[in-house]
């Protein structure tokens, strides 16, 4: 009895390598970022090409009809020197884009790592500029005690609204103190909740607290 070899069916490359597609897109990125690069610091056009562009337009000069009054005026055609200085000015443009857009990202980054806009970094940077109770109260201005913790999630929520108020009052004195360390106004006030806020008016006499 003969006996017929079948050859093993072998798995097709989308099963065997997946990540084929992904991986052409992504060399045929980088070939583009490459030409593109390359293109940008092309030199000039030889000056052949040039003078072909000039002598097309002188041409399509004399096939027009200067004569005729009905017709708008022509623009003359540019010459050997204006093209030259066209191209001249196309290629720093596109060398300025080609060097100043890494730059941009570069700094926009720098920017937001080292002003870092999380609410507890908010939280932190009020801390930081709050004046001292005392200044405060006797400023001839009411004063708003706000204690907070980072891991406090009520306090991290309203970040953004404290650093608004805080704008828009500018005759209130606003103090935020870290209510989980170790400070004279947490223990003068008996802090042991956060949030707790502490209310004095422009007298320097507290009217009153809240907690929670």
Not at 142 to 161: H, L
Not at 180 to 209: C, K, N, Q, T, Y
Request: net charge positive.
């Amino acid at each position: 009895q003969n006996h017929i070899k079948t050859q093993p069916k072998l798995r097709s490359n989308k099963q065997t390598y997946p990540h084929n597609h992904h991986m052409r897109l992504l060399i045929l990125l980088v070939l583009l970022c490459t030409l593109a690069s390359e293109h940008a610091f092309l030199p000039s056009p030889p000056p052949s090409s040039t003078r072909r562009q000039v002598q097309a337009g002188f041409s399509s000069r004399l096939l027009s009809a200067p004569d005729d009054p009905s017709l708008p005026p022509q623009a003359p055609a540019p010459t050997l020197e204006d093209l030259k200085k066209e191209l001249e000015l196309s290629r720093r443009q596109a060398i300025a884009v080609a060097v100043g857009a890494p730059l941009a990202s570069f700094g926009y980054y720098a920017y937001r790592f080292t002003h870092p806009t999380t609410p507890t970094a908010i939280l932190q940077t009020l801390t930081v500029s709050s004046p001292t109770f005392p200044s405060a109260l006797s400023s001839g201005r009411p004063t708003v005690v706000e204690f907070w913790a980072p891991w406090c999630s009520s306090c991290r929520r309203k970040a953004g609204s404290l650093a608004s108020w805080k704008r828009s009052h500018p005759n209130v004195n606003l103090i935020l103190v870290r209510g989980d360390v170790s400070d004279d106004l947490v223990d003068r006030f008996g802090v042991d909740a956060i949030p707790h806020a502490v209310v004095a008016d422009a007298r320097g006499v507290v009217r009153g607290e809240c907690i929670g």
